[in-house]
């Protein structure tokens, strides 16, 4: 029996010893993160709805580039359109454009191999957020979420997707890939240019200070605020504009796992006769974050909320409307990672036009939806009830 005794002696004290550790953490994030309190730009903007739009722009802009490419994503993988997109960067490197490209660790599929390739054709790879001593448990856990690209200073992308075959609908499990993605042109470019290098230099590579990164950029039709949070602030920055709204509100993402917070927000807002519609994939592409949704919804949908499940492929798109007048585009999801361990970008647009584009997008995604219900809610399989309430347990980390 003593070793029945050791063995819950050493979960005990490992258990304790991770809690410590990813509070602790959290604590030291949220005391050095940056409130940031952006000014508004005036940028040409284009809107971005599939993986063909996305590369097709994405590449051309990348084969035109003269003095740099700086690219951060959090997926990067060695498939097909991976393989197109290395061999660009490369050619680029060769012919003297500076390249550098951050991955995200744990989102990082390419070999040591490819790595060590890309570096000796002169391509400047790094690993963002190295695990790092003390907090190692919740350094392991922080994701840079943000995708990034800037072109020469002047063209810059920020958006949902990654880089990867299944962003084409090329992955069998999951169909079509619904995302959204914003291309920047001129005034705002150089919001994402200062982020980029903060992650660059964060990720323990070199400080770069150059006036080429930021040259002259003209102003655009469509103003907007790009909006970086590092692991806080953004939970309260939804909340205040849930709260501006005064008739609808229109909320896309692929994970929904809010908090107590922003769900009573959203129950309030709906109570005062907001028309609240949220969309979500009705298939999930993570273990357990499907479930971790559900113990949400019967109260949204008690208080007059449309909750959608989008069923004609996966649905990654991150993008709120408020009231036709301001649209969110960016890296996000509505949930407890996004707001209190990842690193995010958003894009607040408040040009009507733009507005309008991203809400026609959302309101085609609600056509080819499945409208819950409370019944459906209520006649859920009890297996499934019982994955969401282990589901709740790790909420925070999913």
Known sequence: M??????????????????????AGQK????????HDQITRHSDVSFLGN????????????????????????????DHIGQ??????EDKAKEGVTVRLLVDRFGCKLSRKTIKQLKKNGVRFAFSHP??????????????????????????YIGGFNVGDEYLGRDPKFGPWRDFHLRLVGDGVQDLQEQFLEDWQTAKQKFVKEEELYPYLRKGPHPLRILPTDGSYLEETFISLIGQAKESITIGTPYYIPGKPLQQALIETARRGVDIRLILPKKGDHPFVKEAAFPYF?????????????????????????????????TANFDKRSFHINHEINCLLYDESMVKVVLDELEHDIYISQRMTLESWESRPLIQRGKEKFATLISGLL
């Open 2 to 23: 003593n070793w029945l005794w050791i063995t819950l002696l050493i979960f005990i004290v490992l258990f304790t010893w991770l809690r410590l550790d990813f509070v």
């Open 28 to 35: 030291k994030q949220r005391r050095e993160a940056t409130r």
């Open 51 to 78: 993986g063909d739009e996305f590369f097709e722009a994405l590449f051309a802009d990348l084969n035109q580039a003269e003095h740099h490419i700086h690219l951060l994503f959090y997926i990067f993988k060695e």
């Open 84 to 89: 197109k997109a290395l061999k660009i960067l």
């Open 131 to 156: 695990v790092s001593f003390p907090y190692i448990f919740f350094t392991l856990n922080r994701r840079n979420h943000r995708k990034l690209v800037i072109v020469d200073g002047r063209v810059g």
């Open 298 to 330: 019967k109260d949204l949908l008690e208080a007059g909320i449309h909750v959608y499940q989008y069923y004609r492929g996966f649905f990654h798109a991150k993008a709120i409307v408020i009231d036709t007048q301001m649209a969110d585009v960016g």
